[in-house]
Nanobody, 127 residues
Framework: QVQLVESGGGLVQPGGSLRLSCAGS????????IGWFRQAPGKEREGVSC?????????FYADSVKGRFAISRDTAKNLVYLQMNNLGPDDPAVYHC???????????????????WGQGTQVTVSS
């Protein structure tokens, strides 16, 4: 079974940073495009970022996070990271990582191309 686990969330002050991790259990994340999406109370699901499988070189960032977030892989550790900088009032949410069956080819607007995803990690921004 494809299983993913997110970690690294927590409480951060406005303008602060967090690095989220996405870990695969029993499989190589390099074989899959991995995306991050977030869900916040009262808001629609929002696709945040995506990194393609190692066979491709495609990446995607939502306009709301472009220039502040960065997605990357650590193949040796079988992890995908989401570095989140300059966090603000629009960023608190539960962040999920998942396998992207479209290889990051969509912009996530009205599209949810995730085959599997984890339980999520909470990000809170507060002074």
């Amino acid at each position: 079974q494809v299983q993913l686990v997110e970690s690294g969330g927590g409480l951060v002050q406005p303008g602060g940073s967090l690095r989220l991790s996405c870990a695969g259990s029993g499989f190589s994340l390099d074989d899959y495009a991995i995306g991050w999406f977030r869900q916040a109370p009262g808001k629609e699901r929002e696709g945040v970022s995506c990194i393609s499988s190692r066979e491709h070189s495609r990446m995607f960032y939502a306009d709301s996070v472009k220039g502040r977030f960065a997605i990357s892989r650590d193949t040796a550790k079988n992890l995908v990271y989401l570095q989140m900088n300059n966090l603000g009032p629009d960023d608190p949410a539960v962040y999920h990582c998942g396998t992207d069956v479209l290889e990051c080819r969509s912009n996530y607007r009205g599209i949810h191309p995730f085959g599997s995803w984890g339980q999520g990690t909470q990000v809170t921004v507060s002074s």
